[in-house]
């Protein structure tokens, strides 16, 4: 993924963190338009195997259209890093289609409405799927999809309240504005920071959550005395706010697959204050695992296609494909029959995805209830589909189930 990518990159100073993800988020944001420019571009295609070449040339394009850089910077520095590739033999290339672009811009801008494709910067798959499910909403959701995310922080009310918290950021010349419609906690920054700016944030006063998943607790309604399995937990956001919101659980146990990925939870939850059980292990086989006492909240944070948070990950429009929709299909149902029978009766499930494609969300469960006679929805509020963009929310989905007595 871009973000393991850039984890690898070693960068000493902050401002050249900054820029290099800009340039790598916005580059895979634009991806297929910058391809599609790139082939009207050369007068022949590049060698398929010349990946980082190609990449370059869009990483120059993308500096002329998107970003505050003067012109003739760009071109010099993209032209220069040819050198840094060993490919100093493609600078009078590289130039020749920069400095074309420069020329024809204006042509290529009229030659998008002849490309869905370019012209929206998504897969042709990931169009129509969207389409056919949101015909009423379908480009809002694409345009929201096109757009830099904006930065939530959830704050530990545990520790600190949100009117203290926020008065805080105000002092630190943070603007920050408190969200009560979403959660308790919610605080919507003005312009995202690095989390290390963020009063407290080491101390663990904060956390960075999207307005979205601080829905989960809510839904999840959480009580003193109740055993609660979260059920794939890294990176554990949805864990910490569960802890955070109710003091006095009689359990809490969290459960992943991803052992790299369970250590960064276990490190967030001791930054927080907080503590669990943590297991390393697959979710669809209890009997690896579970001890045979019921829980009476399950929280399933459904691997999905993760359609609803391409503004944050854009390297998702890239990576994804049709084929591996179906895939997380499948083993969301299997998460689904696998966990329900550890639901004590009277017992809820609260079914979430961050995407928002029809197959993965409303006919899962729809089809989910009508394959389980114990369970029910108690009414359309416990049911909430969230578009991207919504509210400056992630696109995220939500089902509440009950087991029946």
Not at 131 to 154: F, K, S, V
Request: with cysteine; proline share 5%.
């Amino acid at each position: 993924s871009a973000e393991e990518a850039l984890a690898e990159v070693d960068l000493r100073a902050s401002r050249d963190t900054s820029l290099v993800r800009a340039f790598v988020l916005g580059s895979l944001r634009w991806h297929h338009r910058l391809q599609w420019q790139v082939d009207r571009l050369l007068s022949r295609p590049l060698d398929p195997r010349d990946t980082e070449l190609a990449a370059l040339i869009r990483l120059g394009l993308f500096q002329l259209q998107w970003m505050r850089i003067p012109d003739h910077a760009a071109v010099s520095a993209t032209v220069a890093a040819t050198e840094f590739l060993g490919k100093a033999h493609a600078r009078g290339l590289v130039n020749a289609v920069l400095r074309r672009f420069q020329r024809e811009a204006e042509k290529l801008k009229l030659g998008l409405q002849d490309s869905f494709e370019a012209l929206y910067s998504h897969p042709s798959w990931l169009l129509e799927a969207v389409r056919n499910d949101w015909m009423d909403h379908w480009q809002g959701i694409i345009e929201a999809n096109n757009q830099p995310p904006p930065m939530w922080l959830r704050v530990n009310l545990c520790r600190v309240t949100r009117s203290e918290y926020t008065a805080s950021l105000n002092t630190a010349g943070i603007l920050a504005s408190e969200v009560s419609a979403v959660a308790p906690g919610a605080v919507l920054l003005e312009t995202p920071q690095s989390a290390v700016s963020l009063p407290g944030f080491k101390k663990g006063l904060v956390s960075i959550q999207d307005g979205a998943a601080q829905l989960a607790a809510g839904y999840l309604g959480v009580e003193p005395g109740l055993r609660v399995l979260d059920a794939c937990a890294a990176p554990g956001g949805k864990t910490a706010q569960i802890l955070e919101s109710c003091s006095g659980l009689a359990d809490v146990l969290a459960l992943d697959l991803d052992q790299g990925r369970l250590q960064s939870l276990a490190e967030n939850l001791d930054r927080l204050g907080l503590e669990t059980t943590l297991r390393h292990a697959n979710a669809t086989r209890p009997s690896d695992w579970w001890d045979g006492e019921p829980f009476q909240r399950i929280l399933i944070d459904a691997p999905c296609s993760a359609i609803g948070v391409i503004r944050r990950h854009p390297d998702i429009k890239v990576l994804r494909r049709a084929d591996d929709v179906e895939r997380v299909v499948t083993e969301q149902a299997k998460l689904l029959r696998s966990l329900w029978p550890l639901l004590s009766v009277g017992g809820r499930l609260v079914y979430a995805t961050c995407t928002v494609l029809k197959r993965e969300n409303h006919q899962q469960i729809e089809r989910f209830l009508r394959e389980t006679p114990d369970a029910y929805m108690l009414g359309q509020k416990f049911e909430r589909q969230i578009m991207p963009g919504e509210a400056n929310m992630d696109g995220f989905y939500y089902a509440s189930i009950q087991k029946k007595h």
